[in-house]
Nanobody, 123 residues
Framework: QVQLVESGGGLVQAGGSLRLSCAASRRTITGYAMGWFRQAPGKEREFVAAIGRSAGSTIYADSVKGRFTISRDNAKDTVYLQMSSLKPEDTAVYYC????????????????WGQGTQVTVSS
């Protein structure tokens, strides 16, 4: 079983940047695709970005394409989400997740989840 812990969230002004980290324990993430999702109050959890097992393939939600970058360091069992040009509508709790196979956009296809980290973007 993979245990995931997110960090790096916080309060930032619009236009600013943050880098989220997701560290895995108990098991290496090498065999897993990794995804980032977010959930704002009163809204459903939505896909943000995903990366394949070898980091050769990435997918992004249209709303973050060109502003966010997902990456992974398998040696450190850590996945990152670099967020730039942040907007108030990016405010949410951000979760990382893991699944065997390829990265997908559907949260119900991920097996393991972290507890989330809050990102708040002020206008």
């Amino acid at each position: 079983q993979v245990q995931l812990v997110e960090s790096g969230g916080g309060l930032v002004q619009a236009g600013g940047s943050l880098r989220l980290s997701c560290a895995a324990s108990r098991r290496t993430i090498t065999g897993y695709a990794m995804g980032w999702f977010r959930q704002a109050p009163g809204k459903e959890r939505e896909f943000v970005a995903a990366i394949g097992r070898s980091a050769g393939s990435t997918i992004y939600a249209d709303s973050v394409k060109g502003r966010f970058t997902i990456s992974r360091d398998n040696a450190k069992d850590t996945v990152y989400l670099q967020m730039s040009s942040l907007k108030p509508e990016d405010t949410a709790v951000y979760y990382c997740a893991a699944r065997p196979g390829a990265g997908t956009r559907r949260p119900d296809e991920y097996d393991y989840w972290g507890q989330g980290t809050q990102v708040t973007v002020s206008s």
